[in-house]
């Protein structure tokens, strides 16, 4: 038999298309290539490629593709299909599944040929099926259902059988022509010249599928905080890509959104490099950023951005601070440069926060107009602008909120009742929290910047030499709560297992230059979670006696760790250096019955608090004591804490560190005592009697620019007092169950969401507010004899608790929703005493001390060891991350010696 065929021109004029009237709608790339196997090479050897197989069905995925790429190149040689020079493939999301390949070939338009018979790369075995009148073929491709049919001259096959059915209803010609051929096709066809990938190779991308894609993996009504890619692109052409050992890189060709905000302020924009990221903090989980030519021309373009999505909303805010007396002109006249939206987490973690940056034209003039503000402002309103000092710098507190949004718009809208302001080096910085702002603040002094630690050296390289319009950093370790949260459990659970992966990409960098947008992921070393760090003991300090208490680290005038203090039972005070050097040495001839308290004054001077007995001592650096001092209280009451609480004196703009404040010295009775630097009483602590002997040291916090203590009684006696001494109202609060010694407490703007957290050793986990609400009472467990809970308050950064659940030997670490994070079968005797430290996701540290065994076992908070073997130590241990040095340091105890550890934070 004699096979034959011929071509009618007249049909293959009328029934031929293109690639743009076929593609899967919801293709998130599109690769045009004229030689397949060319591209199976360049994925072989891509180590971004390699490491995905790690994932999943990243193995099965990339078998899947292979195979596709060989039914395109066996096409591409077949003379009989009469393939045309380039064939394509695309990555698509939605659909009916989570992710699918779709090739697509063009051909001649032929006459008595079936073209599946020619798929030689396919198997022999097949079945089919019609769909709208035409004939669609099934075949398995590695254990997949491979649709396939013929649309006008392009054979279409995907793994999912949607797309095919889309191409077949649109017969090659009903599409969307606005998105495709005027951005896709037309605007990007300009740059053929200019592309850079392998010969033969193009590749475009469809942002609103990316954003689509990953928006289908979310739990519907929980949101992230997260830009989408949507708003700095309308549709990309590869220009370039690479790899080295640190990056991976896309350059492409670009066509910026109108309706989205970059698009609505890309006239006032020139190009420049990043000046915003010295002010970033290990906290700061993303920035937005833009460098600004013309302020007038951006603050017109965000207002008609807001218009659009919110309109009404700018007009309400800058009527209503006109109406307060805030001249918002006075800041607009004084921007000029980068301006940023930085997001971080609040000073618990547990909700998202902004602080923008402005950089200043004139940082005189700025003080100047930032000071006929507040003049203005007072004059016209009955509310008063408030001057905070926080480690020398000045904070203005307007009573107004919003101020960023009346500025810039709903891009910078923010949800506070009063406004933050305050100059900062050359920027101003303005935010809605001033918990959040002072952390931030305090972070940025103790060298947790970013420009100062190794490990974002290669982030900061970047950034220093690449120019941008708008800009989008993250930092994938800080931003890992914010990606997961929202996720449906499927997908959450998903990233979890695969949480190494996801973190060796550090930090992302998004940049739009002119026509061109840079997407680049940044390596700066894998972090190894859930390995073993390795431990190397560095110092050994040994005393005459036996140590009285737990070491306790001593802190610089900048809240930099500097050495540790021991005191041993005959009542001397040793501080060291983490070198071995002695800092400070001290004999007492009476017992000392707390923890000492260092104080640093305005010349940057430290001196220290000390009880002995019924005696409050105020020494100085030489050992000399401070006029009013010693302090000798009633005989009935020896003291049982000492803490210095140092309020945050007002309008000091100079000072190195707050210096005003009371020392509390509570007794074993419950009696406080409040003293100032001078030696006096003060207000109603003369003394305070809560009536009860207490289980923590009085402990401070802040709302609305106010101070407040509150104390616990072992009974569960709660009180809050002012700064004055004196009983809020709502307190005290009585429970009346003998409680664990921790109190979780989540300063807020106001006292009624100012949140108190304790636990009771039965397991009755407790929340109330400042204004002495009950909002939580849940019991976690049974009371099973010998069973006790704690509270485990994150000592490295304060902003979250876990919950230690033990009896007898089965140790059981929840989070503080109560679920069940790991428990362990310990054969150590007797109850242990659990710490927890939060140093970011690739160090969330459990530490478990059993004191009548000398040994403390050091966790992940997901059971797997922290480090190998458990460390010798009876009582709570210090540790800390040595940003310098890029290692933690821990400080242990036992007997008469004390020995410091470093461990690294990556292996």
Known sequence: MIGFYFIDETRKAANETDIWHVVASESIALVELENPQQVKSLIDSSEMIIALKDLEGGVSTLKTLDQLLLMLDSAKVNPILGTKQKVYFSLNSTGSQPISWSVYIPTDERVYLDPFTQLTSLPQSTSTRQYKGMIVHEYYVNGELLTVAKIRNFIVASTDALWVEEAIRNNGEKFYDEYYFKTLSQKLSQYDQQIELAEGINVWLRPNSIAHWFSRKNTPSLLHPFPSIEEFSYGMRIKSASENSNEVQIIAHNVLPENAFNGFVKEALTSSIDKIHPLMVDDIAFYQRWHVSNINTFIDGAADYSDLVKKGYLES??????????????????????????????VSGSAWQHLYFMQLKNNVEFDIALGDLRNDFDDKSSQKVELIGRSGFTIYRFPVGDVSGGLMGVEFQDSYQASYLLRFNDFMVICGDLPTLSQWLNDWLVKRRWVKQQRYNVLINKLKNTEGEASFVMNTETSWPALNYPLSKTYRDYLNRHLQLFLSLNFQLWNINKDQIELCGLFSGQLREDKAKKIEKVLTITTGEKLAMAPSIFKDVMGQPKGFTLIDKENIIETYSFAGDTLFYQEFDSTISSEPQLMWDMNGEASVFISLKNKILHLSRNTS?????????????????????????????DMIQNTDGLVLATDTLGNIYGIDKKGEYRGKWLPQNTLEPLIIPPYLFQSDAKNYVVTLSKTGKLIIFDAEGRYMKGFPMLFKNIVSPQIFVVENANLDETVITFITLIGDLVEVNGKGDLIRKEELGDRSSGRTFDLLIDEARKRSYMILDQRHGLVKVKDSSGQLLFENQFEEKGKAIGQFFDFGIDAEVVGITFPLSQKTYLYYTNGKKFVEQPIRNNTTFNMFYDADIQKFVLVSSFDNKSEVYHLNRRN
Request: glycine share 6%.
């Open 317 to 346: 805010v800058q009527k209503r601070l006109q109406k307060s007396g805030f001249d918002l002109n006075k800041l607009s006249d004084q921007i000029k440069g980068d301006i940023a939206k930085a997001t971080i987490t609040n």
């Open 625 to 653: 004591y401070t006029t009013g001092f010693p302090v000798e209280l009633p005989i009935y009451s020896q003291i049982q804490y000492l803490k210095w609480l140092p309020w945050h004196a007002k309008g000091s703009s």
